[in-house]
């Protein structure tokens, strides 16, 4: 594929198909040779290969066709509005999975296999007023799941966040579908085993109105606290990994209309996305601008907090968020983010030991000194932006900024000033709703 154009693409997946329906038993085999742990034969996925199918998967899987052109959209962003800070509450922003795939550091065991000890050990840190979770609770040992063990595993690590003493407000992840990272759309079939299965998890923190909602695509809005909205999506419907997304490239989220409501969407209400999109277990953060796209700071209007996760990937240390919020403009004052060195994760084993939960930094004290910013100010869209232009001018900052990425780890590799690196991770921070015109020679925000 590296050296392939659009067209060859296209060509190449359609010949795929012709083969495939030819001689299904065969490819299978062919397949089976190179890669012995398949063993599970997915659904059919029947797309328009020699049409707009065939070019979005060449462009989501492979990035050779150009990007698709984007609906418009009904969907209108509220004005900005000034902060006046008030009481000062702290959500906690979690991502975890609570078994462990063979094979994985043997030092990540105790997080993901003493779930009870973990959640103990974050509750005593947090003291949060609620808790928002970025899902993906299965393991990445997908080839070993069924539709019961996924259920099972769920219900486990829900009953064990049960005893949090703050109301959980989850989403959706990959790794909770069976198999894994494959979401039905309208066309393709009906996954209400997983949608029901969740939303009897989830009736622990969420009211009738939002079960209702969650029951149908895993997507649902909710009002923690007076004059706040999250509205949590299911955004696997726009994920690469789901060959669902590509049989009928006309399907829209089925959660769109919801989202329209005037309860959902009123543009006096501070409103907070969730989504599973970004869950990439590392620490970044991303912009995005009004719908004339020109990027500035005045024109940034959104971020996307890519919080760290509980549970490691690689190379990367443990690690999870507190945010200070405003409770009158729900606006993020700090974030304070915690890490635990996984290389001591045998000590912990051998001698009961909790993790070892510790602050890595403060948002606003660590990149404060390269966007200064008074007190009485929320760190905005807009001093974010600044943060990000701070990163071009200053490898220091820059430098710091990739330290934490890897929840300081130090084990992710080296960004020198003197590559290509910064300039194309600067890029996709800076870039949120445009992050594939940036360029991908050393590698994307994801893992």
Not at 157 to 177: D, F, Q
Request: proline share 7%; aromatic share 10%.
């Amino acid at each position: 594929m590296a050296s392939m154009d659009c067209g060859a693409c296209v060509s190449a997946l359609a010949i795929t198909k012709h083969f495939d329906r030819r001689n299904r038993q065969g490819v299978l085999n062919a397949f089976k040779k190179l890669c012995p742990s398949i063993k599970k034969q997915t659904p059919d996925v029947h797309a328009d290969i020699n049409g707009d199918d065939g070019k979005l998967i060449c462009y989501g899987l492979y990035g050779k066709c150009p990007a698709p052109p984007l609906p418009e959209s009904a969907l209108r962003f509220p004005k900005p509005r000034p902060v006046n800070p008030t009481a000062l509450h702290t959500v906690a922003n979690l991502l975890m999975c609570f078994t462990c795939p063979t094979g994985m550091l043997t030092k990540i065991i105790q997080l993901e296999q003493r779930p009870s000890v973990t959640v103990r050990s974050v509750v005593a840190i947090t003291k949060a007023n609620f808790t928002i979770l970025t899902g993906d609770i299965p393991a990445h040992d997908t080839w070993l799941g069924t539709i019961e063990s996924t259920k099972e595993v769920e219900h486990t690590a829900y009953k064990t966040m049960s005893r949090l003493p703050s109301k959980i407000y989850p989403t959706i992840g990959n790794h909770e579908s069976f198999p894994a990272s494959l979401f039905n759309t309208p066309s393709t079939g009906s996954d209400k085993w997983l949608y029901d299965s969740l939303a009897d998890e989830w009736s622990r923190w969420l009211p009738a109105d939002s079960l209702a909602s969650a029951r149908h695509y895993g997507a649902y809005s909710v009002s923690p606290a007076a004059g706040l909205r999250i509205i949590s999506l299911n955004t696997n419907f726009c994920y690469k990994q789901s060959f669902f997304n590509y049989a009928n490239s006309d399907d829209t989220d089925p959660f769109v209309g919801p989202v329209n409501t005037k309860k959902s969407s009123s543009a006096t209400r501070p409103t907070w996305l969730r989504n599973s999109s970004l869950d990439t277990h590392y620490d970044d953060f991303a912009l995005y601008y009004a719908a004339d796209g020109v990027k500035s700071a005045e024109n940034a209007i959104s971020t996307a907090w890519v919080g760290p996760s509980v549970t490691p990937l690689g190379n990367l240390n443990s690690g999870f968020r507190v945010y200070k919020v405003d409770t009158k403009s729900w606006n993020v004052f700090d974030s304070l983010t915690y890490v635990a060195d996984i290389s001591k994760g045998s000590e912990w084993d051998a001698t009961g030991a909790t993790p070892d939960w510790h602050l890595e930094y403060s948002a606003r004290a660590a990149f404060g000194p390269y966007a200064p910013i008074a007190d009485n100010k929320a760190l905005s869209p807009s001093w974010w932006y600044e943060v990000a232009t701070a990163f071009e001018k200053d490898d220091a900052a820059f430098q710091k900024f990739w330290l934490y990425r890897s929840k300081s780890s130090g084990r992710i590799g080296a960004c020198p000033a003197d590559g290509a690196c910064p300039s194309e991770i600067i890029c996709q921070l800076k870039n949120g709703n445009g992050a594939e015109t940036c360029p991908k020679h050393f590698g994307d925000l994801s893992p």
